[in-house]
C-alpha cells in the first residue's frame, strides 16, 4: 500500500523552522536530475543549496515570534499558531491581514522566487472555501479528501508546489489523441489503494525545492480526456517521480556579488515525470471528471487567491525595481534632472497602478455561499492583464536610466584582488560619493533582473505564469462588469430621438 500523507513523518508539526524544512530535504529518497546527473541531496548542491536556504528563511520569519500577530493565526483545529498563509478568510480585515504576510514573506527574496510555500497554500484556499464543487453525484469523498489534506497542509506547514500544464508536444491535439496517449500525465490504472498516474507535466517551478506536488491541470479537456481529468497531490520522493531541472542560473553565478539575485533566488523551473507513481486514494480530490477538473479553478475561489498571492508578491518586485531605479539615478548625479525625475515618475506610476489594483480587490471583494470572502475577480484580472505589459516597459526604462553602464562592468568580483585592475576600477568606474565598489554593486544589481539569463527567465516567467495572453484576456472579459456599462449606453441612447427632442420630464 503507498504510503499516505497521515504516516509521513517528516514534518513535526505547527510552525515549520527553516532547519526543520531542511532537514526534511535530505537525501529523502527524491529523484532531481541536472546537468546530465542525478542529485542525491538538493539541499547541499550547488545548484539548488541557496535557493533552499532561501526557501528556510521564508519559514524562519514566518516562525519568529516578533513577528507571531503578523504571520499566524490560530489552527481552527489544534489552536496552536499556524501560517496565515492557511487562513480562510471571513472578511476583509482577513484578506489585509493575509495580504501584509505575504508582503512581509516577498520582501525576503524581493519579488523573485514566485512559487514560495505561500503560493499553492492560495490555491488549496481557494477550493476548501467551496468544497461543494468537488461533490460528484452526492458522494462526498473527494470533496472531504480536499479539506482533510488542507488541513494537514496547515497543520504541518508543508510545502507545495504544482504541475498543471502539459508538456509542448503537439497543442492541436487534446490529450487522450497524442501519440502515445500516456505523454501527458494520466490515469494508467485503477487500484483498491489508490491510482497510478504516468506521463510528464510542467511546469514544475520549484518542485526540486518542494515537499509535495499537485498534479491536475488548468487546460480544458474534452471528451476522452477523462483519464487527465484530475487533482491529485504527491510525495516528491514518491517511487517513479522524476525531477528535470532546467539550467541552474544560481550554479552558474560566479558570486553573490556579481549575481546577488541570480545566486539565492533561483526556483529551478522542472518537467515532472510520473512514471507508474501510485497515488493513495486520500491524496485523490478530482478524479476522471472534466466538468470538475474545470470547474475546481472558476467556481471556487482558487484561481483567485493564488493569483492574488502571486500579484502581491509582484508588486513587491515593483517597489524593489522603482527602488533600484532612483538609487542609480542619484548614484550618477543626475536625480534632480527633469528628464530623469519624469523616467522615475513612469516607473512609479506603473508600480502605483498595479497596487491600487490589488488594494481595489480588497475593496470590492465579495462573499459566497459559505460565508468566505474573496478578492474582487474585476481588479484582479485587470491586474493579471496588465502585468505582461508593465514588466517588461518597466525594464525597458530601467534601461534606459543606465545607458551602457550596466554591461560596462567588471567581470568578476575578483578583479579588485588584483591591485593594477583594482587601480583603473577606482578610478574610472566610480561615482560622485559613491566608491568602485559600491558603483558596481549596484549596477551587478540591477543587471542580474534587467539582462542576465535569470533576468530573461523572469521577464517570460511574468509575461506567462498566468497562461497565454489570450486566456488572461478571456478571464478579464468574463469577469468585467459589462451590465454597468451597457446600462450608461442604455441612458444615453434614452435621452434624444431622431427629432433632436429631448424627452419630456415629469
Known amino acids: 500500500m503507498p504510503a499516505s500523507y497521515e504516516t509521513d513523518n517528516r514534518f513535526p508539526g505547527g510552525l515549520r523552522s527553516g532547519e526543520s524544512y531542511i532537514e526534511a530535504l535530505k537525501d529523502d529518497g527524491r529523484r532531481v536530475f541536472i546537468d546530465g546527473e542525478e542529485v542525491n541531496d538538493v539541499t547541499s548542491h550547488p545548484a539548488f543549496k541557496e535557493a533552499v536556504r532561501s526557501i528556510a528563511n521564508i519559514y524562519d520569519i514566518a516562525r519568529d515570534p516578533a513577528n507571531r500577530e503578523l504571520m499566524t493565526y490560530p489552527s481552527p483545529a489544534a489552536g496552536i499558531p499556524v501560517n496565515r498563509s492557511w487562513q480562510l478568510p471571513h472578511s476583509q480585515d482577513d484578506l489585509v491581514a493575509r495580504r501584509c504576510a505575504i508582503e512581509r514573506l516577498s520582501e525576503s527574496n524581493f519579488g523573485f522566487m514566485g512559487r514560495s510555500p505561500d503560493h499553492v497554500a492560495g490555491f488549496f484556499v481557494g477550493w476548501v472555501m467551496a468544497p461543494e464543487v468537488f461533490i460528484e453525484d452526492g458522494n462526498t469523498k473527494f470533496a472531504d479528501n480536499m479539506i482533510k489534506f488542507y488541513e494537514f497542509l496547515r497543520d504541518h506547514d508543508v510545502y507545495t508546489t504544482y504541475t498543471i500544464v502539459p508538456p509542448q508536444i503537439d497543442r492541436s491535439k487534446s490529450a487522450h489523441q497524442q501519440n502515445p496517449p500516456d505523454l501527458y500525465a494520466g490515469v494508467v490504472k485503477e487500484r483498491d489503494d489508490g491510482i497510478v498516474i504516468r506521463g510528464a507535466q510542467m511546469l514544475g517551478t520549484g518542485s526540486a525545492l518542494s515537499d509535495y506536488v499537485l498534479l491536475s491541470t488548468i487546460r480544458p479537456l474534452g471528451p476522452g480526456d477523462e483519464n487527465y481529468a484530475i487533482n491529485a497531490a504527491i510525495a516528491c520522493n514518491a517511487p517513479g517521480v522524476r525531477i528535470y531541472s532546467r539550467r541552474s542560473y544560481g550554479r552558474a553565478a560566479s558570486s553573490v556579488y556579481d549575481y546577488p539575485l541570480a545566486s539565492r533566488f533561483d526556483e529551478n523551473d522542472a518537467l515532472v515525470v510520473y512514471d507508474n507513481v501510485l497515488v493513495p486514494w486520500d491524496q ?27 500579484q502581491i508578491r509582484f508588486t513587491t518586485k515593483l517597489r524593489f525595481m522603482v527602488g533600484v531605479a532612483q538609487r542609480i539615478a542619484q548614484m550618477n548625479g543626475v536625480a534632480s534632472l527633469p528628464p530623469v525625475q519624469a523616467l522615475l515618475a513612469d516607473l512609479a506610476v506603473q508600480a502605483s497602478v498595479y497596487e491600487g489594483l490589488l488594494d481595489a480587490q480588497i475593496a470590492t471583494a465579495t462573499t459566497n455561499a459559505n460565508g468566505y470572502v474573496e478578492p474582487g475577480r474585476q481588479a484582479l484580472y485587470a491586474a493579471m492583464m496588465m502585468q505582461s505589459e508593465i514588466y517588461p516597459k518597466m525594464l525597458n526604462l530601467i534601461r534606459e536610466l543606465c545607458g551602457g553602464g550596466l554591461i560596462q562592468l567588471p567581470s568578476n568580483v575578483e578583479d579588485f584582488a588584483n591591485p593594477e585592475i583594482c587601480t583603473d576600477i577606482a578610478r574610472y568606474i566610480q561615482s560622485p560619493d559613491h566608491s568602485a565598489e559600491e558603483r558596481v554593486k549596484l549596477m551587478k544589481l540591477a543587471w542580474d533582473f534587467v539582462g542576465s539569463e535569470f533576468a530573461g527567465r523572469h521577464d517570460q516567467y511574468e509575461k506567462f505564469y498566468a497562461g497565454a495572453p489570450f486566456i488572461v484576456k478571456m478571464n478579464m472579459y468574463r469577469n468585467y462588469d459589462f451590465a454597468k456599462s451597457q446600462r450608461l449606453v442604455d441612458e444615453a441612447l434614452a435621452g434624444y430621438d431622431t427629432t433632436g427632442r429631448l424627452p419630456k420630464t415629469e
Open 284 to 310: 485523490v480530490f478530482v478524479y476522471k471528471n472534466i466538468d470538475i477538473c474545470r470547474d475546481q479553478w472558476w467556481m471556487t475561489s482558487a484561481h483567485v487567491m493564488g493569483n492574488n498571492q502571486a
